[in-house]
């Protein structure tokens, strides 16, 4: 079955205790990118990576890495996280240019 | 870059189509027009996109004014399963999401 795989689906940490949230992809999948979710702010883009060894800022970068070593993954590694990262973050990827974005089942992450 | 902004909640009869839109008219002639839907907090859904003409699938119809500065989707019978949170996006070297509206379907 073709899906975005992101693990862990919750995550409860404290503040400066490096995490990292993973994303698979099972689709040979070019593009990936990761996403926030808030209340009242919608889905704000974090990261995107165009190919392997390829990524480039989001609207909201601060805060967070990423690394493209394989096509199929694209991690999310919050280094020092701090409780304004408490979020819903959701990894997604596609096959190129004017194709539809597949979302994976997000990872809500509390930081305490 | 294009942005898109979008009423914040509707409402919706069972049965009656739900018209839907979005303005992002800042969006540049080869930037695309994207909608998804997200049921509780769920990863959001695909359900249609556009450049410069209408588009209809199975799931709904995507009419985009002539100078590409607004789009409505529209579910032609909106069902109770609709009830969900809708994204407009545009596609541009990347994905820019609206903050969305809340559809609430009534019976």
């Given at each position: 079955?073709?899906?975005?795989?992101?693990?862990?689906?919750?995550?409860?940490?404290?503040?400066?205790?490096?995490?990292?949230?993973?994303?698979?992809?099972?689709?040979?999948?070019?593009?990936?990118?990761?996403y926030r979710q808030d209340p009242g702010l919608g889905l704000r883009q974090?990261?995107?990576?165009?190919?392997?060894?390829?990524?480039?800022?989001?609207d909201v970068?601060?805060?967070?890495?990423?690394?493209?070593?394989?096509?199929?993954?694209?991690?999310?590694?919050?280094?020092?996280?701090?409780?304004n990262?408490t979020s819903l973050y959701f990894?997604?990827?596609?096959?190129?240019?004017?194709?539809?974005?597949?979302?994976?089942?997000?990872?809500?992450?509390?930081?305490? | 870059?294009?942005k898109t902004t979008q009423p914040t909640s509707m409402?919706?009869?069972?049965?009656?189509?739900?018209?839907?839109?979005?303005?992002?008219?800042?969006?540049?002639?080869?930037?695309?027009?994207?909608?998804?839907?997200q049921?509780h907090s769920?990863?959001p859904?695909?359900?249609?996109?556009?450049?410069?003409?209408?588009?209809?699938?199975?799931?709904?119809?995507?009419?985009?004014?002539?100078?590409?500065?607004?789009?409505?989707?529209?579910?032609?019978?909106?069902?109770?399963?609709?009830?969900a949170v809708y994204y407009c996006?545009?596609?541009?070297?990347?994905?820019y999401f609206g903050t969305g509206t809340s559809l609430?379907?009534?019976?």
């Amino acid at each position: 079955e073709a899906q975005v795989t992101q693990n862990p689906r919750y995550l409860i940490t404290v503040t400066g205790k490096k995490l990292t949230v993973t994303c698979s992809q099972n689709m040979n999948h070019e593009y990936m990118s990761w996403y926030r979710q808030d209340p009242g702010l919608g889905l704000r883009q974090i990261y995107y990576s165009m190919n392997v060894e390829v990524t480039d800022k989001g609207d909201v970068p601060e805060g967070y890495k990423v690394s493209r070593k394989e096509k199929r993954n694209f991690p999310l590694i919050l280094e020092s996280p701090s409780p304004n990262q408490t979020s819903l973050y959701f990894c997604a990827s596609t096959t190129g240019f004017n194709e539809k974005l597949f979302f994976g089942s997000g990872t809500q992450l509390s930081v305490l | 870059d294009a942005k898109t902004t979008q009423p914040t909640s509707m409402d919706c009869a069972e049965g009656r189509a739900a018209n839907l839109p979005c303005n992002h008219s800042t969006i540049s002639g080869n930037e695309y027009v994207y909608w998804y839907r997200q049921i509780h907090s769920q990863g959001p859904q695909y359900i249609i996109h556009g450049l410069k003409n209408n588009e209809t699938n199975e799931m709904a119809s995507l009419i985009i004014t002539e100078d590409r500065k607004s789009s409505t989707l529209i579910l032609p019978h909106a069902t109770l399963r609709d009830t969900a949170v809708y994204y407009c996006a545009a596609l541009g070297n990347q994905f820019y999401f609206g903050t969305g509206t809340s559809l609430t379907v009534i019976p």
